[in-house]
C-alpha cells in the first residue's frame, strides 16, 4: 500500500501536465484579414525597409518586400552602381545579392507563414534582419 500512495502524486501530476498540454493553442496567432505594413529602422548607412503583407483567411497571402536608400531611391537592380555605371563589379555583386533576397524573404514568407522559419541570405544579414523587424511591425498590427 506504501508504494501505490507515493505513486499517487506522480500520476497527478503527470495528468495535470497532460491534461493542460491538450488545452493549448497550436501556436499559430490569429490575424485580422487586411493589408498591414511595418518599417524597419535605419541602418548605418540610412537605408531602411518597408514590408506590406496581405492577410486572407487569417494567413498571408501576399508580402512585399522594398528597401530604401537614405536618399529615398528604392534598392533596386540599379543598386551597387554609381552614376548609372557598375565602377565596382564586387560591390555591385553584393548589392544585388541583397535586391535578390528581399524577394526571396517575402515569396518565402507567404509559403511558411512564420518569419522565425525563413533563413538569412548568404551575403544578405542586414536585409534580413530589416525585413524580420519589419515584417514583425505589420503582423503585430493585425493580430486580433
Given at each position: 500500500m506504501k508504494r501505490f500512495t507515493t505513486f499517487i502524486p506522480f500520476i497527478l501530476i503527470l495528468s495535470i501536465v497532460l491534461l493542460s498540454g491538450c488545452s493549448k493553442s497550436t501556436g499559430q496567432t490569429a490575424y485580422?484579414?487586411?493589408t498591414y505594413t511595418g518599417k524597419?529602422?535605419?541602418d548605418d548607412r540610412g537605408a531602411y525597409g518597408e514590408?506590406?503583407?496581405?492577410?486572407?483567411?487569417?494567413?498571408?497571402?501576399?508580402?512585399?518586400?522594398?528597401?530604401?536608400?537614405?536618399?529615398?531611391?528604392?534598392?533596386?537592380e540599379n543598386y551597387g552602381?554609381?552614376?548609372?555605371e557598375v565602377?565596382?563589379?564586387d560591390f555591385y555583386n553584393k548589392a544585388q545579392t541583397a535586391v535578390h533576397?528581399?524577394?526571396?524573404y517575402a515569396d518565402k514568407l507567404v509559403?511558411?507563414?512564420k518569419p522565425e522559419e525563413i533563413d538569412a541570405v548568404s551575403g544578405a544579414t542586414v536585409a534580413y534582419n530589416q525585413f524580420k523587424e519589419a515584417v514583425s511591425q505589420a503582423l503585430d498590427s493585425a493580430k486580433q
Open positions: 485580422k484579414d487586411g524597419s529602422s535605419t514590408a506590406s503583407i496581405t492577410i486572407a483567411d487569417g494567413k498571408i497571402t501576399e508580402c512585399t518586400y522594398i528597401t530604401w536608400q537614405e536618399d529615398g531611391t528604392q534598392k533596386d552602381k554609381v552614376n548609372g565602377s565596382n563589379p533576397a528581399m524577394k526571396e509559403e511558411v507563414q
